[in-house]
């Protein structure tokens, strides 16, 4: 059974610019959560779909956004990349999101930004 | 508000040692979830278990066991004869229903196995 698959693995872009990560989840599974890994902040929560509907946010700035199609594929956006968005983002997937549930994770993409 | 910590930064220890890995949460959800999480280099992070706020069992998987304590609200990780491949982040996280499905997890502690 495939595992979470994020694409692309690494990225480097230029403060201002803007940035979409990808993230197929495990099959069968329709909840799919994003998370920001920095070495200062740790792990952090910025969102969660289930059935193409934001059903839970982070505490990150309007920037960040994301959006999930009906195969359950999700798409996390930032907009007017800022150099401390430099980080590891991680997307994970279980079968319905419920907080009972063990969220699957993918190898995440390195973004930095110059 | 929700958090959980691992005071423990980093760990050293020698191939075949006994480690354990502690970690410490907060909330106050009766219903609650705690997770411990493996991140070797390659980044992906790997389940290893989840223990719901009603069970106090410890439980054992091969080397591994894990001590569930709600009066200490602890859920520390033990790896038994360690190897040099348990080398990696391992990290301790909670859901509950404040957060709804969000994983608030600790800072991490790496561990390194040297042989």
């Known amino acids: 059974k495939a595992g979470v698959t994020q694409t692309p693995r690494y990225l480097i872009k230029t403060r201002g610019q803007q940035v979409t990560l990808s993230c197929s989840p495990i099959s069968g599974h329709r909840s799919v959560s994003w998370y920001q890994q920095t070495p200062g902040q740790g792990l952090q929560f910025l969102f969660e779909?289930?059935?193409?509907?934001?059903?839970n946010k982070g505490n990150f700035p309007g920037r960040f956004s994301g959006r999930q199609f009906s195969n359950s594929r999700s798409e996390m956006n930032v907009s007017t990349l800022e150099l401390g968005d430099s980080a590891l983002y991680l997307c994970?997937?279980?079968?319905?999101?419920?907080?009972?549930?063990?969220?699957?994770f993918g190898d995440g993409t390195r973004l930095s930004i110059l | 508000a929700q958090k959980v910590t691992q005071a423990q930064t980093e760990i050293s220890v020698v191939e075949k040692e006994d480690v354990t890995l502690d970690c410490v949460y907060e909330?106050?959800?009766?219903?609650?979830?705690l997770f411990w999480y493996k991140q070797p280099p390659s980044g992906e992070l790997v389940f290893l278990i989840r223990r719901n706020s009603f069970d106090e069992q410890n439980e054992i998987s091969g080397r591994y066991s894990w001590n569930f304590q709600k009066s200490t609200s602890s859920f520390n990780f033990t790896i038994t004869a360690s190897q040099v491949v348990d080398s990696a982040v391992y990290f301790c996280a909670l859901t509950a229903n404040q957060a709804g499905t969000a994983l608030i997890f600790g800072k991490g502690t790496t561990l390194s196995v040297s042989s």
């Open positions: 909330t106050r959800d009766t219903t609650y979830y």
């Open positions: 994970a997937s279980s079968l319905s999101g419920g907080s009972n549930q063990p969220q699957h």
């Open positions: 779909y289930f059935s193409e509907t934001q059903r």
